[in-house]
Each structure stands twice: as C-alpha cells, then as structure tokens.
C-alpha cells in the first residue's frame, strides 16, 4: 500500500480550500494547504467582504440625507458631510488583516501544515511548493479566480476589482466597464462616495442571467441616483493623456475622459500553469477544471471546488463544496451539493436579491406560469423626496403552485432573500405564502401579501 505525506493535499486558501483543509482534519486526516498569498482568497481580500464594507461607506451619503427627513441635522449644518478615502482604506485593511489571522488560526488549530509557497502539480499524487516535492493520497484544488481584461489598446491603463480596493486616491470620475454584479456594484461604490460614474456595457439590460426585470430596473435605480448608464457601449481603446487623465474610445465612436477606468469583464478560473493538463485533467476552454458531482477531476487522485470548476461561483458554494468533499474523502458518505436554488445578492444601490428561477427560465421550464409583483416606495422614504421604488416578484408553476423564484429590488434585499430562500429550496406553494401572517410594517410583507397575477 503506498505511503504518502498526507491524505489531502490542498492548492490555496481561500474559503472553499480552507473548509476542506480544516473539515477534513476534523475526520483525522493528515492536511497540508499551501498559499503564496493571503489566507481567504477572493473573498476576504479582494472580494465579498471589502466590497460590502465599501458598500456600506457608499450609502452614507444617502443616509444623511434621509436623516435630515427625521429631524437630524447636528454635525452637518454648516455644509455637506465629508469622506476621507484614506480612513476608509486603513479600517479596511485592518479589518482583513484581522481575518487573516483568523483564517490562519483555523487551520493552524485544526492540525493543517501550511505550505507559504505556490504550489504546482508534478503528478497524480505528487505536488511541487517552495522547492520541495510532497505526496499526496488526494490532491485538491482550489485556487478561484481571477479578472479578465479584454485584450483592446491601452489595457495596461484599466484596473479591476484587485486594484480597486487599494487605490492611493479616490478616482474624481471613472468608468466601469461591464454589465454584471461586480460592474454594477463598483459603479454604485463609486457614485455613492462621490466620484462622478460611467457605466458602460456592451448588452442591452444589466446583469444577463438574472430576470429580466431586475436588470432593467436597477438601471432606471441607478441612473436616479446619478449613475450615467450606457447600454449597448464598450471600449475600444484606452489611452493616457499627459495629466494622467484617461480617455477610454467606445465603439461608437464617442470618446470619455476619466480619472480611471475599471473593467469588470468577467473572471477566468485560476488554474493556469498548475500542470492540470499535463496530467490529462480535462479543461474547459476557460481553464475550469472539468468535474463531478463529487468534486472528482477525471484523474482520480485529483480534485476541485469553488471559481476553479466555475459551477457557481459564490463563496457559499465553494465553502459547501468544500464540506462536501471532505464529508466524501475522509468520512465515507458520499457527499454531493445541490446547486439548485441558490440564493445570490448583488450589492448595488438599491441592492438586489434572488433565488430560484427567473421568468424567462420558469417559461422554458414549466410552460405556464403565474406572475404576482409588485413596485412601490417604501415607508422609510415617505418622509423625504426620494422617487427610489422596490420591487418583487414572485415565479409560480401554474399547475402545482409551487413558487420556483423569487426576487427583489431594494433594501435589505439579500437580508430578505434569504429567509425567502428556505421555503423556495423546500418547495413551498404560493398558497402557503398566503397563508403566512406578515411583519407590518416591512417591505418583506409584500412577499406573503400579494395576490394579483401580474402574468
């Protein structure tokens, strides 16, 4: 029988292979994880949690002026209230400096040896890190994503999500290039501390594969709030003039000149020069790694979760993925996760929340369906003279009443979705919807409230 350093060998620390690292010990596996970065990944360093604390900062803006609806004026009466950048960024970064070290602990206590290097595959059971070579009964990668910036003239001047975070200075106007969560949740970052925003897109509606109507409406959301939206839109070219200004080439013909411009294009699996394909793992086009429902690559030995399989690339999932597999590998119940019925937020302004199907994909589906939504200006705003609206809807089979999605335009939207979510994922009937009392005042409510077809 062969020997080898440890039962699982994993590639990067991010949420998903830190999760399997320190569950698979928990089983009493031998674990060793190697990281040439920092520990968490996408979504710790560069990714959900900076981006949401930088979501937060982006609201307060509007916050004081709602504020000022209620009564509250101390502190910003002689003039408008003022954003420093530079504390934004120092609490940031100490705030993920502190997860770092909790995620390094978790591992640590767990029993996991931690390899600071990168790591490489030489082998089925072989891995190379930091000048050393180390066996492994199972291998598991999950090293996640990274941004993809089209390859047009001028490339070398755009930055993405990485940069974006750590930029010396707030840009005092930018482009945001791209249509889905990432672009539209930058684009309303940026817009809510200040800096004067483009966002351009190459489609026709924000956010392909949501329902239609979330798209169309966070445009209308944003584009009040002083986002300038263009659709059908995208760079050509960029190219620096001497001040340092930015003048980003559509392919209209029409030209904008920016602080910065931010390509949100897109994210590829992180996968290249690992030595997947010289081992015969298949690949995807994109780099994905080719999987089961168990995570297994086509060599055996050899494994996968998270943005490197690009299944569905939520830090959720990867983490579930994780468990998963070392549920699996090391306690011998095989363990596969249902990626049906995923709950997702975007965290733009308004934020926006989803789960289940769109309407178009319940139509291709089921065929007949039934539509119940609403719109409306919510309580919180009655006081002041915002025009922003939330919206929801509901996706019911028409024949079984079962509701296959819901979704919502607004605050506190993914706070709200997720609740929704447990009855979606256990199949819930839009009659036991009904018969569900709601909290007044809410907007959740609305969602056991509402009894008009709409379609």
């Known amino acids: 029988m062969a020997h080898y350093d440890f039962d699982l060998f994993t590639i990067g620390a991010g949420s998903g292979g830190v999760r399997a690292s320190r ?66 960024l120092a609490n940031k970064d100490r705030e993920i400096a502190r997860l770092n070290a909790v995620y390094e602990r978790l591992l640590t206590n767990a029993g996991v040896t931690i390899v600071r290097a990168r790591a490489t595959l030489r082998g089925a059971h072989e891995v190379e890190a930091g000048g050393r070579t180390y066996t492994a009964k199972h291998i598991l990668v999950a090293t996640g994503s990274w941004p993809r910036v089209p390859d047009i003239p001028g490339r070398e001047f755009a930055i993405t999500s990485n940069e974006a975070f ?30 004067k925003t483009t966002l351009a897109y190459r489609g026709a509606k924000l ?22 939206i263009r659709l059908n839109a995208n760079v050509a070219a960029l190219a620096r003039r ?25 994210r590829e699996p992180n996968t290249h020069g690992l030595g997947l394909d010289k081992l015969g793992v298949k690949l995807a086009a994109d780099g994905a790694v080719a999987v089961d429902a168990f995570s297994k690559s ?43 019925n995923v709950p997702t937020a975007v965290f733009a302004d308004p934020n926006l929340a989803t789960v289940g199907l769109s309407e178009a994909r319940a139509r291709e589906r089921f065929g007949a369906i039934d539509i119940y939504k609403t719109s409306f200006r919510s309580l919180r705003h ?7 609206r939330t919206f929801m809807k509901l996706v019911v089979d028409a024949e079984t009443q079962r509701v296959l999605g819901a979704h919502m335009l607004g605050p506190d939207a993914g706070e709200i979705i997720q609740g929704i979510a447990i009855a979606v994922k256990l199949g819930a ?9 709601g909290i007044h005042p809410t907007a959740a409510e609305e969602f056991v409230t509402l009894r008009e077809k709409a379609g």
């Not at 569950?23 to 994880?33: E, K, L, Q, T």
């Not at 930018?174 to 501390?193: C, D, M, R, T």
């Not at 009937?429 to 009392?437: E, G, L, S, V």
Request: glycine share 10%; hydrophobic share 45%.
């Open 242 to 266: 001497t001040d340092g200004t930015l003048d980003a080439t559509l392919t209209d013909g029409t030209t904008i000149a920016v602080d910065a411009a931010m390509f949100a294009t897109g």
């Open 23 to 88: 569950v698979s010990a928990s089983y009493g596996a031998s674990v060793a994880i190697a990281e040439d970065g920092r520990f968490g990944g996408t979504c710790v360093n560069v990714g959900c949690i900076p981006k949401k604390l930088f979501s937060y900062a982006a609201h307060y803006r509007e916050e004081f002026e709602v504020a000022r609806a209620y009564g509250w004026t101390a502190g910003w009466t002689t003039g408008e209230p003022v954003f420093d950048w530079s504390i934004l």
């Open 382 to 388: 009655s006081l002041t003279e915002s025009e922003e």
């Open 207 to 228: 956010l392909r594969g949501f329902d239609h109507e979330l798209g169309e409406r966070l445009a209308d959301e944003m584009a009040k709030k002083g986002v300038a």
């Open 166 to 195: 750590h930029l010396a200075r707030l840009p005092s106007s930018v482009l945001v290039v791209g249509g889905g969560y990432i672009a539209v949740e930058f684009a309303s970052i940026f817009n809510g501390l200040g800096v």
């Open 298 to 340: 086509s060599v055996d030995s050899i494994h996968a979760i998270g943005d490197a399989t690009n299944r569905l690339n939520l830090t959720p999932v990867a983490t579930a993925e994780g468990m998963a597999l070392a549920t699996t590998l090391f306690r011998g119940v095989a363990s596969a996760i249902d990626h049906e």
């Open 429 to 437: 009937t839009k009659p036991q919807f009904d018969a569900t009392i």
